[in-house]
C-alpha cells in the first residue's frame, strides 16, 4: 500500500471512529438538517486536514488524541456561530469567488485614529460607502499592552477588544452593520507570536512548564546560537539576534520582532489548536477576511533562515481546510514582505485566496521616481499570474513602511544594480535627492550600507506637501495627478485595490509623533495620522484640493465598478513602445479595456502603428476623460494620465 493510500485509509477510518461518538455529544445541540449539512463539509475537507495535520503532528505519539480535539474546536464554534453568519457561509459557497468581484473597493484605518472608537465608527459608514468602499481593514483593535506593544501587533488577548476601542459585542455589531452597507470586515490575525503579557505567557513566567511549551524557550544558548548562525534580525537595533533572555524563569525566549513578542511554538500541536479556536472565535464575530501576520516565520529549524519554511505552508493549508468546515465565508490574506518568488507561494485556494502585492507597491514608486516603466513592466508581466481562485491586495502604501522588494534578478537583466538603485530610491523619496518632489521620512535606516525603508503619506511622497510650501499651483497639479495615477492602476490592473484612508483627502506627514516618547524614533507615525474631518468636509468643493483628490478617487472607483472588464478578469502586460507608458489588457467576456498609464511629468505619445499592433481597430472611448479615439491616428498621453480604453467587441482586440 502506498502511503497516500494508507493516508486515505486512515482519514476515513479516523473520522469514522470519531464521528459517532462527537455526534452523541453534540446532535442534541442542534438542527437534524443543519448537523448534516455540516457534515457534508467536513466530509469534503477532513481529508485534507487530516493529510496535513499528519505531516505536522503524525509522529507524535498522542497524534490522535489532538486529532480529536482539532475537531472537537471546530464543531464547536460552528455551533456557537450566529445564524446569520451561517448563510452567509451558504451565500459564498454558491459563489466562492464573490473577492474577485469588480465591486470590490477596499480602505484601511485604525479605528482611534479615524472615528475614536468602535461605537463611533458606526456612523462613518456612510462616509465608506459615499467613496464606494466595499472592503474595510481596521488595524488591530485587539488588548495589547500599554507603551511598548507594535501598534496593536504585540496581542494580549484574542478575546478583548483593547478597551479604549470598546468591546467585543460592539466589534461584532459594527461587523453586522458594515455588512448590511456591503462592506466586508477584515482584521489581523496575529498568530507567529503574542505578547509577553498574554495569558499563556503569564503562565509561563510562573514557570508552568505546559505553558511554556506554547513558546520557544531555551534554558542554555546552544540552540539559539546554533539558530542564529544562519538567521539574520528583524530589528536589529533594537537587540541583535532573535532571543530574550527573561531572568524570572532563566530561559532564552524566542523573539522574531520585539523583545515583549513571544513566538509561538507550532511543533506543540497543543498551540496549533489553542489558536484555531482564537481564529474561529474571530470568524463568529463577523469577520469576513483575516490577514495572516507575518506568515513566513512561523516554524524553526535548525540550519535554516527560519523563513519560508514547508511548515508554515501547512499550518496556513490546515487553518484554511478548518475554515472551509467551520466558517466558509472567511477568507485567508496572506502577509508576507518576502522575494517576490516567495510571495507567491501562498497564494492558493487552499491556502491565502488573498495576498499583498508588495512587489506592486514597490514596483510604482519605482516607475514615479524614474520615469522609466521597464522593471514595473518585466516584473509584472512575470509575477502578476496566480491561481484562477485568487486575487491580489493592491496597495500604494498601508500602515507600515515602503521596502524595495523587487527582485535583483529583474534589475540585473536591465543593467541596473540592484543596490545601487535601490540607495537611489531611498534617497529619492526621502527628499536628499536633488529634484525629488518627494517628502518621506527613512525607517530602519543602516548607517553602514545606506540600506533603509520609506515613511510618508501618498500624498507627501507624491509631491503635495513640497508643492504647497512652495505655494507652486504647478506643482500642486502634478502632485494631485501622480496621486490619482497611482491610485488609478489599483482600481484597474486586476485584484483588490485597497485605499489608506486619508490619502483619498490629501493628508500630509504628521511630525508631531516625534513629541510622543512612545513614538519617537519611529517614522512609520509620520503617515499614521488622526483623520482630518474638517479636511474631508472639503471633499465636494471641486476647487479644493481635498475635493479635487476625493472626486477624482471617486470618479475612478465608480468606473471600476461599472465596467464588467474589471471583473474576474486576467491581467495581460503589454508594451506599449513607450517606456513611460506602463500598459495592460483586461478582459471579461465580450469586453476588453487597453489600460495606459503615464508616469512621466511630459505628455507621451504612442505611435498609430503601434496601436493597430496592440489590435486597436477603428474608433474606441476613454472613459475616464470621455474622449472618442481613432486608431489611426497617433496617441498622445497627457503628463501622469491614465487612460482606460473601451472599444466595441470589433474594435479593440
Given at each position: 500500500?502506498s502511503?497516500?493510500?494508507?493516508l486515505?485509509r486512515e ?7 470519531l ?6 455529544r453534540?446532535l442534541?445541540?442542534?438542527?437534524e438538517a443543519?448537523?448534516q449539512?455540516?457534515?457534508a ?10 493529510l496535513?495535520l499528519?505531516?505536522?503532528y503524525g509522529q507524535q ?5 489532538h ?8 464543531i ?6 450566529p445564524d446569520e453568519?451561517?448563510?452567509l ?19 484601511m484605518?485604525?479605528?482611534d485614529?479615524?472615528a475614536?472608537?468602535?461605537e ?21 483593535v ?5 507603551g511598548d506593544n507594535d501598534g496593536?501587533?504585540a496581542v494580549?488577548?484574542y ?5 479604549r ?12 452593520e458594515l455588512?448590511h452597507?456591503?462592506i ?18 503569564r503562565k509561563?513566567?510562573t ?7 506554547y513558546?520557544?524557550?531555551?534554558s ?14 528583524v530589528?536589529?537595533d533594537?537587540?541583535p539576534?532573535?532571543?530574550t533572555?527573561?531572568n524570572?524563569?532563566?530561559k ?5 520582532f520585539?523583545n515583549?513578542?513571544?513566538?509561538l511554538?507550532?511543533e506543540?500541536?497543543?498551540v ?7 481564529m ?6 463577523g469577520v469576513e ?5 507575518a506568515?513566513a516565520f512561523?516554524w ?5 533562515s527560519?523563513?519560508n519554511?514547508p ?7 490546515a487553518?484554511n481546510?478548518?475554515?472551509q ?10 502577509e508576507?514582505?518576502v522575494h517576490?518568488?516567495?510571495?507567491m ?6 491556502e ?6 508588495p512587489?506592486?507597491m514597490?514596483?510604482l514608486w519605482n516607475?514615479?521616481a524614474?520615469?522609466?516603466v521597464?522593471l ?6 512575470r ?5 484562477p481562485?485568487?486575487?491580489?491586495i493592491?496597495?500604494i502604501?498601508c500602515?507600515?513602511?515602503?521596502g524595495?522588494?523587487f527582485?535583483d534578478?529583474?534589475t540585473l537583466?536591465?543593467n541596473?544594480?540592484?543596490?545601487d538603485?535601490?540607495?537611489?530610491l531611498?534617497?529619492f ?7 525629488s ?11 553602514v550600507?545606506g ?5 510618508g503619506?501618498?500624498a507627501s511622497l507624491t ?6 510650501e512652495?505655494d507652486?499651483q504647478?506643482?500642486t497639479?502634478l ?7 497611482l491610485?488609478?492602476v ?15 483627502i ?5 511630525y ?18 488622526a483623520?482630518?474631518w ?8 471641486q ?12 470618479r475612478?472607483i465608480?468606473?471600476?465598478q461599472q465596467?464588467?472588464?474589471?471583473t474576474r478578469?486576467e491581467?495581460?502586460?503589454?508594451d506599449?513602445?513607450?517606456d513611460q507608458i ?6 471579461h ?12 511629468e511630459?505628455e ?19 472613459i ?15 503628463p501622469y ?12 482586440r
Amino acid at each position: 500500500m502506498s502511503k497516500a493510500d494508507w493516508l486515505n485509509r486512515e482519514s476515513a477510518l479516523s473520522l469514522a471512529r470519531l464521528l459517532p461518538r462527537l455526534e452523541k455529544r453534540y446532535l442534541p445541540r442542534t438542527d437534524e438538517a443543519e448537523w448534516q449539512a455540516f457534515l457534508a463539509r467536513v466530509n469534503r475537507h477532513f481529508p485534507r486536514l487530516f493529510l496535513l495535520l499528519h505531516r505536522l503532528y503524525g509522529q507524535q505519539y498522542d497524534f490522535f488524541y489532538h486529532l480529536e480535539g482539532v475537531l472537537t474546536t471546530a464543531i464547536e464554534m460552528w455551533l456557537a456561530r450566529p445564524d446569520e453568519l451561517k448563510a452567509l457561509d451558504a451565500a459564498r459557497e454558491a459563489d466562492p469567488l464573490w473577492f474577485q468581484s469588480h465591486r470590490m473597493v477596499g480602505a484601511m484605518c485604525y479605528v482611534d485614529l479615524f472615528a475614536g472608537d468602535l461605537e463611533k465608527f458606526r456612523a462613518c459608514i456612510p462616509y465608506l460607502s459615499e467613496l464606494g468602499i466595499t472592503y474595510l481593514h481596521l488595524m488591530p483593535v485587539f488588548k495589547s499592552p500599554e507603551g511598548d506593544n507594535d501598534g496593536g501587533y504585540a496581542v494580549s488577548s484574542y478575546r478583548e477588544v483593547d478597551p479604549r476601542l470598546g468591546t467585543m459585542d460592539e466589534l461584532a455589531l459594527l461587523a453586522a452593520e458594515l455588512r448590511h452597507h456591503g462592506i466586508s470586515l477584515v482584521l489581523d490575525f496575529v498568530f507567529n507570536h503574542t505578547s509577553d503579557e498574554h495569558t499563556w505567557a503569564r503562565k509561563a513566567l510562573t514557570g508552568d512548564t505546559d505553558h511554556q511549551a506554547y513558546y520557544r524557550m531555551y534554558s542554555d544558548r546552544e540552540l539559539p546560537d546554533a539558530f542564529e548562525k544562519t538567521i539574520k534580525a528583524v530589528f536589529p537595533d533594537e537587540h541583535p539576534g532573535c532571543f530574550t533572555y527573561r531572568n524570572r524563569i532563566r530561559k532564552w525566549v524566542w523573539t522574531t520582532f520585539h523583545n515583549y513578542q513571544w513566538d509561538l511554538n507550532y511543533e506543540n500541536p497543543v498551540v496549533f489548536n489553542a489558536m484555531a479556536e482564537e481564529m474561529l472565535l474571530l470568524a463568529n464575530q463577523g469577520v469576513e477576511v483575516l490577514r495572516l501576520d507575518a506568515v513566513a516565520f512561523l516554524w524553526k529549524r535548525v540550519g535554516t533562515s527560519c523563513e519560508n519554511l514547508p511548515e508554515a505552508h501547512w499550518i496556513i493549508q490546515a487553518f484554511n481546510a478548518l475554515v472551509q468546515i467551520v466558517a466558509p465565508a472567511l477568507v485567508f490574506k496572506s502577509e508576507a514582505i518576502v522575494h517576490p518568488d516567495e510571495v507567491m507561494k501562498y497564494i492558493d485556494e487552499h491556502e491565502c485566496p488573498l495576498s499583498y502585492n508588495p512587489q506592486l507597491m514597490a514596483l510604482l514608486w519605482n516607475a514615479l521616481a524614474t520615469r522609466d516603466v521597464s522593471l514595473l513592466r518585466q516584473a509584472i508581466a512575470r509575477r502578476f499570474d496566480i491561481p484562477p481562485g485568487c486575487a491580489w491586495i493592491n496597495y500604494i502604501r498601508c500602515h507600515d513602511d515602503i521596502g524595495w522588494v523587487f527582485s535583483d534578478d529583474d534589475t540585473l537583466e536591465l543593467n541596473i544594480n540592484p543596490q545601487d538603485h535601490r540607495r537611489f530610491l531611498s534617497a529619492f523619496y526621502s527628499g536628499s535627492f536633488k529634484g525629488s518632489f518627494a517628502r518621506g521620512l527613512p525607517f530602519q535606516e543602516d548607517p553602514v550600507t545606506g540600506d533603509m525603508r520609506i515613511s510618508g503619506t501618498t500624498a507627501s511622497l507624491t509631491g503635495l506637501e513640497v508643492a504647497l510650501e512652495q505655494d507652486d499651483q504647478e506643482k500642486t497639479d502634478l502632485a494631485i495627478s501622480r496621486i490619482l495615477l497611482l491610485h488609478g492602476v489599483l482600481m484597474t490592473i486586476g485584484g483588490i485595490p485597497l485605499v489608506y484612508l486619508g490619502d483619498e483627502i490629501g493628508m500630509l506627514n504628521d511630525y508631531s509623533y516625534g513629541n510622543n516618547a512612545e513614538k519617537e524614533g519611529d517614522t512609520r507615525w509620520a503617515h499614521r495620522p488622526a483623520f482630518d474631518w474638517e479636511r474631508a468636509s472639503l471633499r465636494r468643493d471641486q476647487n479644493s484640493i481635498p475635493g479635487r483628490i476625493f472626486r477624482g478617487l471617486q470618479r475612478l472607483i465608480q468606473i471600476r465598478q461599472q465596467t464588467l472588464a474589471f471583473t474576474r478578469a486576467e491581467t495581460e502586460i503589454i508594451d506599449s513602445g513607450n517606456d513611460q507608458i506602463f500598459g495592460y489588457f483586461r478582459q471579461h467576456e465580450d469586453q476588453s479595456v487597453l489600460v495606459l498609464a503615464n508616469f512621466s511629468e511630459h505628455e507621451q505619445i504612442i505611435a498609430a502603428k503601434r496601436l493597430r499592433l496592440l489590435g486597436l481597430r477603428k474608433t474606441f472611448t476613454d472613459i475616464v476623460a470621455g474622449k472618442t479615439i481613432t486608431a489611426t491616428q497617433q496617441l498622445v498621453v497627457e503628463p501622469y494620465q491614465l487612460m482606460v480604453l473601451l472599444g466595441s467587441p470589433s474594435g479593440l482586440r
